[in-house]
């Protein structure tokens, strides 16, 4: 077994990582898939660990894990950081994996932030995967759906770990309380109160607790040997609460989801508390008019048309004032849309139209919708039989404008809802004429 933890040990060392734990019986949290006779518990105790993707926010115990295993079991273990580490990195270890492999050991590499490798980087390790020279243990904060090569991931089990509890958290600040207590030789005073804020501080992140009770305990004045926190002193200290939230990140892609979704149901509340969720947190405000501009045809349409020229204005407005003024401008949007009839006719109707266009891609445009540019096109029959409508009483012909194929075809069915409902009786009358047109046609 190699032993990771042989460096030597300092007080210089993060409050975080003097605090990792070293066994599952230290490991807080993850109660779902460490607790007893769970299966990734018995593999890890039994050593018969297979390659796993650890995927969950930051301060959750991935790293950690990792380390576990590192310790618990009988195998060569060895760390690649995506960020840090190249091909030359990435080579050396196979080859050590593939010597340890004919002497008898196994070997299990750790790949913190695999979701940076890009594709090339991660297909390298499939061979060494599937022929067991390398056990690979990937830890991600992005969804492995996305980020990591299917064909890795199908040959990995995902293990989701969830953000810790507030009670996960403090149970970490209370055992980190007493280690400093006791390598420091001082008394640590800090009431439920206080522990509880720096738990909502971190938000479920045991790193980010740990950091801000590091910080707390180097500002405090030392007084008859006393370090003592308070929630005025923490308020102070941490005048506003750091959102987690990476624009690049699967909870900016939840945070948009949850806005439309919300407008999406009629329900302007939830949509400014996910606006100002996305906003308050760093979100670009471009982005969030966009995609109130995407909202306003798919979700609303025709029903109201004047629920476009609304998301494009809140667009100018963020543009042209920035934050923090415009996000009174898109919370007049979000509201606007919220509150507004719904039809998803466009969408259905584009949708239904590309899967017939992607379909007939090979079929051409009929003769008379063409252009008869050249005199060749002329003697090809390009344009003839067209029918200018503008010329005809009723400003419409009943000429086919569909390849053959799809003549018939219809795509765009509006909704009773709103505006579309006048525009489903003007078509109803539209058909109406055509077909009376044709039928005049027939005598």
């Not at 650890?54 to 060569?76: D, E, H, M």
């Not at 003024?325 to 039809?343: I, M």
């Not at 050249?374 to 039989?385: A, V």
């Amino acid at each position: 077994m190699n032993n990771l933890f042989t460096s030597t040990e300092n007080i210089y060392r993060p409050l975080a990582e003097k605090m990792r734990p070293q066994s599952l019986d230290d490991f807080v949290g993850q109660e779902e898939l460490l607790g007893p006779n769970s299966p990734l518990r018995k593999m890890i105790e039994n050593d018969c660990i297979s390659s796993i993707i650890f995927w969950g926010p930051p301060g959750v115990g991935k790293t950690t894990l990792a380390y576990i295993i590192a310790r618990q079991t009988n195998s060569v273990f060895k760390r690649l950081s995506a960020v840090t580490s190249g091909v030359k990195e990435i080579k050396d270890i196979i080859a050590e994996a593939e010597f340890n492999k004919v002497n008898g050991q196994k070997t299990i590499l750790f790949v913190d932030e695999i979701h940076r490798f890009n594709k090339a980087q991660q297909d390298a390790f499939l061979p060494y995967v599937e022929n067991g020279d390398i056990i690979l243990i990937g830890a991600t904060t992005e969804n492995p759906s996305f980020e990591v090569n299917s064909a890795l991931l199908s040959r990995s089990k995902v293990y989701v770990l969830k953000s810790l509890s507030n009670e996960n958290i403090i149970k970490i600040l209370k055992r980190a309380i007493n280690e400093e207590t006791r390598e420091q030789n001082i008394k640590i005073i800090i009431d439920e109160d206080s522990l509880n804020i720096i738990a909502n501080l971190s938000n479920g992140d045991a790193r980010t607790s740990l950091n801000t009770l590091e910080n707390l305990l180097t500002i405090i004045p030392l007084k008859k040997k006393t370090k003592t926190i308070t929630s005025t002193i923490i308020k102070k200290a941490f005048q506003s609460k750091t959102f987690i939230y990476d624009k690049k990140g699967e909870e900016h892609y939840n945070l948009i989801s949850a806005l439309h979704k919300s407008m999406r149901n009629s329900n302007p509340d939830a949509a400014i508390y996910y606006l100002a969720r996305m906003l308050e947190a760093g979100e670009d405000p471009l982005y969030v008019a966009r995609r109130l501009i995407r909202f306003a045809s798919e979700d609303i349409g025709l029903a109201n048309p004047s629920a476009l020229p609304q998301a494009i204005a809140a667009y100018e407005a963020a543009h042209y004032i920035g934050m923090p003024e415009c996000s009174v401008n898109l919370t007049q949007a979000v509201v606007y849309l919220s509150v507004s009839p719904k039809s998803n006719s466009l969408y259905t109707a584009y949708e239904a139209a590309k899967k017939d266009a992607l379909a007939t891609a090979s079929e051409k445009v009929p003769l008379n919708l063409r252009n008869a540019v050249t005199k060749l096109d002329k003697e090809l029959g390009y344009g003839e039989n067209y029918e200018y409508s503008q010329n005809y009483d009723l400003k419409m012909t009943d000429m086919e404008c569909l390849p053959e194929k799809l003549i018939g075809h219809k795509y765009y069915h509006p909704s009773h809802f709103g505006k579309e409902k006048g525009i489903q009786e003007e078509l109803k009358k539209i058909e109406s004429i055509k077909t009376s047109l044709r039928n005049s046609k027939k005598f």
